[in-house]
T-cell receptor, first 116, second 110 residues
Framework: NAGVMQNPRHLVRRRGQEARLRCSPM?????VYWYRQLPEEGLKFMVY????????ESGMPKERFSAEFPKEGPSILRIQQVVRGDSAAYFC??????????????FGPGTRLTVT | GQNIDQPTEMTATEGAIVQINCTYQ??????LFWYQQHAGEAPTFLSY????GLEEKGRFSSFLSRSKGYSYLLLKELQMKDSASYLC???????????FGAGTQVVVTP
């Protein structure tokens, strides 16, 4: 049973380019979360999605960032016109259908984005 | 505002016990999780508390006091491979949005 998959593992972009980060949740998991981890800092919640729905995007910067989780295919975190401050590790986590409360989240290996 | 505090770093000797404290001030509470994260790797789930008391899982135990906004993770019989960052995370709603502390770096020495 494959775990949460993320690709690419490392991504280098020049300032102004677009970054697309992909996440395939664990089989049977319908909840996807994206987190950002800056160097020497903790994980910060960005967005929570279910299939075809954004449930909570309160942690997403208002501009340049978007996320989707289509009916078919992986969840995508998209960063347009990247800046140096976007350099970070981006982790995706998935969780099974909730029954009476939150379940543990299973994290992918992360995508390390470097903006030059 | 939301606040989750844990010490930055702790050092302990192989075979010893270490207790990592986590205090939280959040608007609402629906569970507290502990994760382990080795450098450059994904966080892995260790334990979950939603009711007051102690949860034991092998060498790891976690305790929760909701009235005090306090939890600790206890690591017994420390091994070198336990050197990692330990993350405290609180959920405040039913669907599991996590708020993480900055993590406690545990260094195990021979």
């Amino acid at each position: 049973n494959a775990g949460v998959m993320q690709n690419p593992r490392h991504l280098v972009r020049r300032r102004g380019q677009e970054a697309r980060l992909r996440c395939s949740p664990m089989k049977g998991h319908s909840h996807v979360y994206w987190y950002r981890q800056l160097p020497e800092e903790g994980l910060k919640f960005m967005v929570y999605l279910q299939k075809e729905n954004i449930i909570d995007e309160s942690g997403m910067p208002k501009e340049r960032f978007s996320a989707e989780f289509p009916k078919e295919g992986p969840s995508i975190l998209r960063i347009q016109q990247v800046v140096r401050g976007d350099s970070a590790a981006y982790f995706c986590a998935s969780s099974p259908r909730l029954a009476g409360g939150p379940g543990e989240q299973y994290f992918g290996p992360g995508t390390r984005l470097t903006v030059t | 505002g939301q606040n989750i505090d844990q010490p930055t770093e702790m050092t302990a000797t192989e075979g010893a016990i270490v207790q990592i404290n986590c205090t939280y001030q959040t608007s609402g509470f629906n569970g507290l999780f502990w994760y382990q994260q080795h450098a450059g790797e994904a966080p892995t789930f260790l334990s979950y508390n939603v009711l007051d008391g102690l949860e034991e899982k092998g060498r790891f135990s976690s305790f929760l006091s909701r009235s005090k906004g306090y939890s600790y993770l206890l690591l017994k019989e420390l091994q070198m491979k336990d050197s990692a960052s330990y993350l405290c995370a609180v959920t405040t709603d039913s669907w599991g949005k996590f708020q993480f502390g900055a993590g406690t770096q545990v260094v195990v020495t021979p």
